[in-house]
Structures are given as structure tokens and as C-alpha cells.
């Protein structure tokens, strides 16, 4: 199939994470406001990833749209991306030494196929219990990801044990994003 996937985000991991896999795409950002309207982490973010690709798919009809929200999920709370820093140390105190959850939703839109596909994973990770001064230090650096924290960086010591897929935490489960390219009959390559 010669259509060239959009990605629906301005993730940098996102993109790379597509890059590993040797899947070709563009990205052009959803601009939506992120108001969810159901509360379980799931549906949330299954919602979240439709509705980034849905706005991006309504101005490309013709081609497939990859969409994707991540959430971190902990002490019942929904973490999101931090206001500012401190909001961030906020985040990184509460999660400090405790066990989350981190869902991450994909939708894959092809408006001109009618294809509708959506779902999402689910991985745990137990947060490294940091000093005050160590959490200080950690709380202006990830400001642009939900939970305040980047386990994929390999400077960022806050994560010590990660239970699940590590790219469901990074924020895009791939085995999803193959699933769904396949059905779509978008070819991939397997790394």
C-alpha cells in the first residue's frame, strides 16, 4: 500500500518508536484540547487517540492517521502532564517509591477505507524512592510528559522496575501499531 501514514502527534518518542520499526510516516500534531469524558485510565486514553486522529483524518480522508494518548495511573489518581515545575515535583513526590500503571491508547483512522481501529495496553513501573533534593533536581527536566518522568532516557533514574511492554510506557505500544497497519494492509517491517 503506497499511502503514507500520518502520525497525529508531536511525541518525539513516538517518532522514534515508529522510526525503529522502519515504519514510514509524517507527522502532523493533533491540536485538540484534551478533555476526556469517561474516567477509567483505559477508556480514556482510547478516546484520547481517537479523537487526535479523527481531527487530523477529517483534513486527510485519504490517508491513514496513527493516534496516541498516554496516562499515568497512580494511588487512584490520573497523572497527567505537568503545569510547571512545581507541579511536576507534586507528581514526582506522589508516585516517589510507589508502584503505577501507564496506559497507552492508539487508534489507526483511514477515513477513505472506513477503517475505525482502537485500543489500548497497559504496562507497571515501581518509581525509585528519591530524595527530596533528588526529586527537586528531577522535577524541571520532563515537563512534556504525563507523569513528569521519561523512562526512556537513560539519565533518568526515577524508574527501577518496569513490569509489561517498556514502549507502552514510552507512549506508543507497538505491538497495537503493527496490529492495526497490518489490518489496514499497510505494510511494516519487523526489527
Known amino acids: 500500500m503506497s499511502a ?3 502520525l497525529a502527534s508531536q511525541s518525539p518518542r513516538r517518532n522514534r518508536l515508529l522510526k525503529e520499526a522502519g515504519i ?3 507527522k502532523l500534531p493533533s491540536r485538540i484540547k484534551e478533555i476526556p469524558t469517561f474516567k477509567a485510565p483505559g477508556r480514556i486514553v482510547k478516546e484520547l487517540a481517537y479523537k487526535k486522529a479523527l481531527s487530523v483524518a477529517l483534513k486527510n480522508p485519504g ?3 496513527l493516534g496516541a494518548d498516554t496516562i499515568v495511573y497512580c494511588r487512584g489518581r490520573i497523572l497527567n502532564k505537568p503545569k510547571h515545575r512545581t507541579d511536576a515535583l507534586r507528581l514526582l513526590k506522589l508516585q516517589n517509591g510507589s508502584w503505577q500503571t501507564v496506559y497507552s491508547g ?3 483512522l483511514w477515513l477513505e ?3 475505525f481501529l482502537c485500543d489500548f495496553d ?3 513501573c515501581k518509581a525509585r524512592k528519591l530524595s527530596e533534593a533528588g526529586l527537586k533536581a528531577l522535577a524541571s527536566r520532563h515537563l512534556d510528559k504525563a507523569g513528569a518522568y521519561a ?3 537513560a539519565d533518568d533514574e526515577f524508574i527501577e522496575k518496569i513490569e509489561g511492554r517498556f514502549d507502552t510506557i514510552v507512549g506508543l505500544p507497538m505491538n497495537l501499531a503493527r496490529k492495526f ?4 494492509g499497510i505494510k511494516v517491517c519487523l526489527p
Open 181 to 184: 497497519l497490518k489490518q489496514a
Open 113 to 115: 477505507k472506513d477503517l
Open 24 to 26: 514510514g510516516f509524517t
Open 106 to 108: 492508539v487508534a489507526l
Open 4 to 6: 503514507l501514514l500520518i
Open 63 to 65: 490517508r491513514p492517521v
Open 122 to 124: 497497559a504496562s507497571r
Open 151 to 153: 523512562v526512556q532516557d
